[in-house]
């Protein structure tokens, strides 16, 4: 059997411990709406407590599905005492070769190319204080995404949980139109979901998906 590219994203919950709420019941719906919408192959493992997998057939997504986890934890921040508590992740994601796709849900006892990638890369992440890293095995590829990925950083850092929640539903669900999205997010106005997607900078981000799903070594043989 041919190897095919897979993504595998690995990552952790950025101070678990101070969290209140159950955050494994959100990475599990953030994970059935990224199956739902984006990928239907799509498996994701929760493990060691703050620790998560995820394996995806469709590479070329793998920054989309990084800024769905981000925007989808973000979206559910509780607010205490006025100041927003927000939830955030470090995520790496690693692209390969691998012989076959998973069978079952316990990533734990995978391996192959772009787990190793994934895994080597946060680990450097935790040491360095990043919370993205793409790696790809591609040098030009890589250098590239080590370039862009700091201001995807900034960008995401500043989303607010409203800002949050209609990036989420954007990029999950990317014919829906402002005006049922504002239907969904309790009733508000095209206008003010206009605000919300402005205020994130999501037409900067929405430009930068789409130069990295042109991308053409996804599906190469490198």
């Given at each position: 059997?041919?190897?095919q590219v897979y993504a595998v994203i690995t990552g952790d919950v ?209």
């Amino acid at each position: 059997m041919k190897a095919q590219v897979y993504a595998v994203i690995t990552g952790d919950v950025i101070s678990s411990s101070t969290i209140i709420g159950n955050y494994h019941d959100v990475l599990r719906q953030i994970g059935h709406d990224i199956k739902a919408h984006i990928d239907h192959r799509f498996i994701m493992d929760i493990y060691r407590g703050d620790s998560f997998q995820m394996i995806s057939a469709c590479p070329e997504k793998g920054l989309l599905m990084m800024l769905i986890i981000k925007a989808g934890l973000r979206s559910y921040s509780n607010e205490k005492g006025g100041l927003e508590e927000q939830w955030d992740a470090r995520i790496a994601l690693g692209i390969g070769k691998m012989d076959k796709y998973p069978r079952k849900h316990t990533l734990g006892e995978v391996s192959g190319e772009p787990f190793l990638r994934s895994g080597h890369a946060l680990d450097q992440m935790k040491g360095e204080g990043d919370q993205l890293k793409i790696v790809t095995g591609d040098n030009r590829n890589d250098q590239e995404f080590e370039a862009v990925t700091p201001l995807i950083e900034a960008i995401t850092s500043r989303w607010t949980t409203a800002q949050s929640e209609a990036v989420y539903l954007s990029l999950l669900r990317q014919s829906i139109t402002q005006f049922e999205m504002g239907q969904e997010l309790g009733g508000i106005s095209q206008r003010a979901v206009g605000k919300r997607l402005e205020a994130a900078d999501f037409v900067s981000l929405k430009k930068y998906l789409n130069r990295f799903e042109s991308i053409n070594t996804w599906n190469s043989t490198q």
